[in-house]
C-alpha cells in the first residue's frame, strides 16, 4: 500500500455537511478517504501537508464540458477538415486545463465522431494525467439538429435506438440527445424554442440506456423540447433555459436533475463578442438571460437536484459564483459543484464528498471560499484518486 498523506490544520469542506470542519484534516491512503475530522490519527510514515490558511474540499465536477474551450473546434461547423487526431489533442489540452482548475471530474455530452471515449482510453493507459472522463461518445440529434458537429444525425426511433447502442458499444458511459434547438446554433433559423427530437424518438433512447442500467439527459432549452423530454423519461436536462414552474415541479417529483449552465448563456451574452464568438449566438443569448433566471428560479423553488456545468465557456468558478446570485449560500453552491454535481454525472458516484472509504479526489485552495469564492482558483494541490496531479509552490 501507498504511503498516506495527511492534509493537515485545514478547513475542511467535505461537500456532505453544511458546516465547514476548522483546523481539521483529511487522512488518504491507497486512493481513498481514510479520516476526516479534528481528531485523525495518521500513520507514523505518512506525508504531512501543511494545510494553515487553506481549504480542503472535493475536487469540483463540471458536468457540461465537451473540452473544446472557446476554441473554433467548439463552434460545431461540420466544415472543419481537421482529422480526429487533431481534435484529440485538443480536448487532451482542455482536459489538462481542467485538472489545473481543480476539476478532477469532468462530464462530456457529446463529441465528434466519439473522440471522447479514444482520449480517455489513453488517459486510462496513464498517457497523461486527466479528471475521471464521463462519457457520451456522440450525442444524438435529429437531421440538421442541434450540435450536429458533437453528434450523430437520427430520424425516427429505429435510428435513435441504433445511435444509441452504438455509443453504449463504444463505451459511453451516459447518452445525451438532443430535445430542441440552442444558443449555440449552426444552422441559420436553428432557434432554442424550436422542439427537435420527439418523445418516441428520445423515448427509444431512454429504453436503450434504461436496459444497459445507464441514463439519458437532455438538451432542452424551449418549452416544448423540455416538456417532450421530460415525457421520454430522461434523467436529466442541460440547460432549462424556458423551464417552467409546472415542468420544475414534475422534475422535482420525479427525481429529474438539472445542469442549468447559468454562465454559460451570461458570458456568451456580456463577453462573446470580446471572445470573437459567432454574433448570431450573443444575440440569442441575450435574449434568453431574463427568462433563463427565471427558469432557474423555478427550479431553485420546486426543490430540483442542480449541478455545475460550465459547456467550457468561462470556468467553474464562474458557475458556482452564478449560483449565488439566486440567494444560494456559498456552501450550497459548492455542494452543487462536488456531491450533487458527482450524483448527477454518475448516480451512486463513489467520489464527490470527503468521507472514509470514498475517493480520494481533493482540491486544495489558498483561502476560504465560503467568505470569497474567487479563492477556488488560488490552487494549491490537486489529488485525483488519491495521487496529487497538480501542486503549486
Ligand atoms: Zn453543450
Known sequence: MSTGVLLAHAQVITGADDAPVRDGAVLVEGGQVRAVGVDVEAPSDAVVIDCTGKTVLPGLVDCHDHLLGRSRYAEGTSDLGEPDATWAVVLAHYAQRSLDQGVTTVRVPGTRHAIDLAVRRAFDEGFLAAPRMVCAGEAITMTGGHGTG????????????????????????????????????????????????????????????????????????????????????????????????EQAADMAARGVRLVPTLSTMVNIARRGAEWGLPPEWIGIAEGVLEVHRQSFRN?????????????????????????????????RALQAATRDAAQIAVPGAEFGVLAAGRHADILVVDGDPLTDLTTLRQVVLVMSAGQIVRQSG
Open 150 to 245: 458533437a453528434g450523430v444525425e437520427v430520424d425516427g426511433a429505429v435510428e435513435c435506438t441504433r445511435a444509441a447502442r452504438a455509443q453504449l458499444a463504444g463505451g459511453a458511459d451516459f447518452l445525451k440527445v438532443m430535445a430542441s434547438g440552442g444558443v449555440g446554433t449552426v444552422r441559420v433559423g436553428e432557434d432554442p424554442t424550436h422542439p427537435e427530437l420527439d418523445v418516441e424518438e428520445m423515448a427509444a433512447v431512454v429504453a436503450v440506456a434504461r436496459a444497459a442500467r445507464k441514463y439519458v439527459t437532455a438538451h432542452a432549452d424551449g418549452v416544448e423540447g423540455i416538456e417532450n423530454a421530460l415525457r421520454a423519461g430522461v434523467t436529466c436536462l442541460e440547460h432549462g433555459i424556458y423551464l417552467t414552474a
Open 299 to 331: 427550479a431553485l423553488d420546486a426543490g430540483v437536484v442542480f449541478g455545475t456545468g460550465t459547456d467550457g465557456y468561462g470556468d467553474i468558478v464562474d458557475e458556482i459564483i452564478e449560483f449565488t446570485t439566486y440567494g444560494v449560500s456559498p456552501m
